[in-house]
């Protein structure tokens, strides 16, 4: 699939060009793309217009193709960063072991509790070192919830 990609990179960057935000952690956010409810950037692919994570595209135009039963992980946590220094292969049954949701429960839990007490979203993205897609959702579901 890595040669696919490539192509289907140029192809792209032609008809809707790349548009990114760049956070302070380094986070590199596709702002000319629309995310998903998990909030992952996801582009149409070829003919068959196949559905591909952007930060897959990424990390295979650096690094060649993703190996039978791994995954890319996001080491910043920000579903949405196509940043490859921010992402690593890991072992599907890691990966699945190794959630978001369980791995920092403790820190969205910690970035509730200070956004009822007023924090703003640029304060919190500064403690937890999170982009702000990641603030963003989780202050959706905070608001969700009570």
């Not at 596709?30 to 990424?58: C, E, P, T």
């Amino acid at each position: 699939m890595g040669g696919d990609v490539g192509r289907f990179a140029l192809t792209h960057h032609k008809a809707i060009p790349w548009r990114f935000i760049e956070f302070e952690n380094g986070c590199q956010v596709i702002a000319s793309h629309s995310l998903n409810q998990d909030g992952y950037a996801r582009v149409w692919v070829g003919k068959d217009k196949k559905q591909i994570m952007a930060h897959r595209i990424f990390w295979e135009l650096k690094n060649g193709s993703v190996p039978d039963g791994h995954e890319i992980d996001h080491i910043c946590k920000c579903r949405a960063c196509v940043n490859t220094d921010h992402l690593r292969l890991l072992h599907r049954s890691d990966h699945k072991a190794d959630n978001n949701s369980t791995r920092y429960k403790h820190i969205k839990e910690q970035a509730e509790e200070l956004w009822r007490q007023g924090w703003s979203k640029k304060e919190l993205m500064a403690k937890f070192d999170r982009c702000r897609q990641t603030l963003d959702k989780w202050s959706k579901d905070w608001r969700e919830i009570h």
